[in-house]
């Protein structure tokens, strides 16, 4: 066996990007820049309102005053004359400041008379304009190649008048489940020798939710035909196949051994962690095969440390980091763990890290509270209550 970050290095030194290509702005959420994002534009584009109110000269402006209302600015329709003394305007958040004012007096402290605006109360200091560019200037870089499109990223892309970006190529995955004794959810019930598909569903959806193209998904029986025919389908189209169960060396165990007609090449075959020790990756030509443990809870750690970081070096990936370790304190203690590196499944708690009480590998109801993983080195000894752990966000 090796370390964890033995086939971390492993794998990184594999991978490379897939290539590019441009894409609709709308279609980019989970995508990874391949080019940094400058603006095109001012935002705000010019002086702009920050409140609904009235527009007015400050230096001839005062409390107590009246005002003579000659117009009115909205969003997207300013007003086009000059304001003078003794004037104001009528304005409404996101209108451009009219010709002459520098200040918003919201209507709060204004009394209003007909025409005639009476600065009834104190306004205070704040002059509530959003100034020209006072977000970013036309030519600012606002996103760095590498970075991972998230909802919040695509509002700033389009922001710079953007409706098209480069992004890298998006991964192409197959998902393999095999095993006997694995049914589609739902016709578990009545076959008592079986259990349902859990796995490739989990794995499905964590795959495109880190930026995978999940393009098919299997479950096989423990058919060596069968399955050497399936792999070399999944080879011909992903570029990632997924393969899940069948990792040991029990007589029906043929995860490796169906990839061997396709010319699988090994890169790392067990490592000493726990859970998740059987996981393995190869690659057949340029394409890449990781086989994951068969028990769910394993299944779904080892997807989040050997996937997400292998989806990551194929797109250029680099922000957010797809292993991102932090110091975060315990809620609850943690006991001594054995000669394997381990990962805890843990939440969020009041005061921290909550481990979890059932850590099985084949456990499926905690995976459903876990939202963090804590790493510890082999044959560390435990710890208390606010002690600080390595952890990382699942």
Same mark, same amino acid.
């Given at each position: ?35 940094? %994002?400058? +603006?095109?534009?001012? @935002?705000?584009? =010019?002086?702009? &309102?920050?409140? $609904? ?5 400050? *230096? ?121 004794? %694995?049914? +589609?959810?739902?016709? @578990?019930?009545? =076959?008592?020798? &079986?259990?349902? $598909? ?5 794995? *499905? ?190």
């Amino acid at each position: 066996m090796i370390s964890f970050d033995e086939a971390q290095e492993i794998a990184a030194q594999a991978a490379s990007e897939l290539g590019t290509e441009t894409v609709e702005l709308e279609n980019a959420s989970g995508r990874v820049l391949a080019e940094a %994002i400058s +603006a095109q534009i001012d @935002a705000p584009r =010019q002086d702009v &309102s920050a409140m $609904d109110g009235y527009a007015v000269t400050d *230096a001839s402006t005062a409390l107590g005053d009246r005002l003579n209302v000659i117009g009115e600015a909205f969003a997207g329709a300013r007003y086009s004359g000059a304001v003078g003394p003794d004037e104001t305007i009528r304005i409404f958040t996101g209108a451009a400041m009219p010709n002459g004012t520098d200040r918003v007096i919201i209507q709060e402290n204004v009394e209003r008379d007909g025409r005639l605006a009476h600065i009834a109360r104190e306004y205070g200091p704040g002059w509530n304009v959003r100034k020209q560019a006072s977000d970013f200037a036309t030519g600012d870089e606002l996103l760095g190649a590498g970075s991972m499109l998230t909802p919040r990223s695509l509002l700033t892309v389009a922001a710079a008048d953007r409706d098209e970006v480069l992004v890298a190529l998006q991964p192409k995955i197959t998902i393999i489940g095999t095993g006997d004794e %694995i049914v +589609a959810p739902g016709k @578990a019930a009545s =076959q008592l020798e &079986s259990i349902p $598909d859990s796995v490739t569903i989990g794995l *499905a959806a964590y795959a495109k939710s880190i930026g995978g193209n999940v393009i098919a998904r299997k479950r096989l029986a423990d058919n060596l035909h069968e399955l050497t025919e399936a792999a070399g389908e999944a080879l011909a189209h992903a570029d990632i196949v997924l393969v899940t169960g069948g990792a040991s060396v029990g007589e029906r165990d043929y995860a490796k051994t169906m990839f061997e007609p396709h010319g699988l090449e090994l890169l790392f075959s067990k490592v000493a962690i726990k859970p998740g020790k059987p996981v393995w990756l190869g690659k057949a030509g340029d394409k890449f095969i990781l086989g994951l443990p068969g028990n769910p809870a394993s299944a779904m750690v080892t997807a989040r440390l050997f996937l997400a970081p292998l989806l990551a070096k194929l797109q250029g990936q680099t922000r957010p980091l797809p292993l991102q370790w932090r110091k975060i304190p315990l809620s609850t203690e943690i006991g001594p763990n054995g000669p394997r590196e381990t990962f805890y499944r843990a939440f969020w708690g009041e005061n921290g890290l909550v481990i979890l009480d059932n850590q099985s590998s084949g456990a499926q109801q905690p995976l459903a509270q876990t939202d963090w993983l804590v790493r510890r080195p082999a044959n560390c000894k435990g710890k208390k209550q606010g002690s600080l752990v390595n952890a990382l966000q699942f």
